[in-house]
């Protein structure tokens, strides 16, 4: 098993350029997560899809769009992408939406918006 | 509301000497616990857990943790540090009340292990 893949791994982008962030899970899960890492901020919630056919705001959704396009791909949108925007990005999934399920993160997108 | 605080950015520890990295919490109800590790340039990995049940709960690569309900903390702690433990660790919380899958994450602590 693959676990959680993302594509692409790194992506400079200028001011304004839109791009969309690719995610697939191979265990089968229920749910899916979209978070944001920078420096000294841990982790933050963009968005999230506690079911196929599901998508929800997080803490931090301004600027972005999701997609569940099935039950093993969940896709991030930046429209048009701003310096503010500059960070890894990480895509996780969990068998269910229960809290106590154990999440699975993928190798993380670096993008750099200039 | 729930919230994680790590009050260390960075953990110094010699190699063989025991390591502990701080975590408190705050949940409206009561919590599930995580603890996940990163290495550079690499996703987040799943340590341990607290569901219920026994407070000292033991995990991957000889960590444990000891939730401590009256002191709202969640300690990772391992006896014997490695040079490979040296990573980026994250304290997560969930409320169990709600049931909801919404993590809130720590800052995270740097821990360094010198030889």
């Known amino acids: 098993n693959a676990g959680v893949t993302q594509t692409p791994k790194f992506q400079v982008l200028k001011t304004g350029q839109s791009m969309t962030l690719q995610c697939a899970q191979d265990?089968?899960?229920?749910?899916m997560y979209w978070y944001r890492q920078d420096p000294g901020m841990g982790l933050r919630l963009i968005y999230y899809?506690?079911?196929?056919?599901?998508?929800d705001k997080g803490e931090v959704p301004n600027g972005y769009n999701v997609s569940r396009l099935n039950k093993r791909e969940f896709s991030l949108r930046l429209e048009s992408a701003a310096p503010s925007q500059t960070s890894v990005y990480f895509c996780?999934?969990?068998?269910?939406?229960?809290?106590?399920?154990?999440?699975?993160f993928g190798p993380g997108t670096r993008l750099l918006v200039l | 509301a729930q919230s994680v605080a790590q009050p260390e950015d960075q953990v110094n520890v010699a190699e063989g000497n025991p390591l502990t990295v701080k975590c408190t919490y705050s949940?409206?109800?009561?919590?599930?616990l995580f603890w996940y590790v990163q290495y550079p340039n690499r996703g987040l990995q799943f340590l341990l857990k607290y569901i219920t049940g026994d407070n000292l709960v033991k995990g991957s690569y000889g960590f444990e943790a000891e939730f401590n309900k009256s002191q709202t903390s969640f300690h990772l702690k391992k006896p014997s540090a490695l040079v490979s433990d040296s990573a980026l660790y994250f304290c997560?919380?969930?409320?169990?009340?709600?049931?909801?899958?919404?993590?809130?994450f720590g800052d995270g602590t740097t821990l360094t292990v010198k030889p």
């Open positions: 949940v409206s109800g009561n919590p599930y």
């Open positions: 996780a999934s969990s068998e269910s939406w229960l809290a106590g399920e154990t999440q699975y």
């Open positions: 997560a919380v969930r409320d169990r009340d709600t049931n909801a899958g919404k993590s809130t």
């Open positions: 899809s506690a079911s196929e056919g599901t998508t």
């Open positions: 265990m089968n899960h229920n749910s």
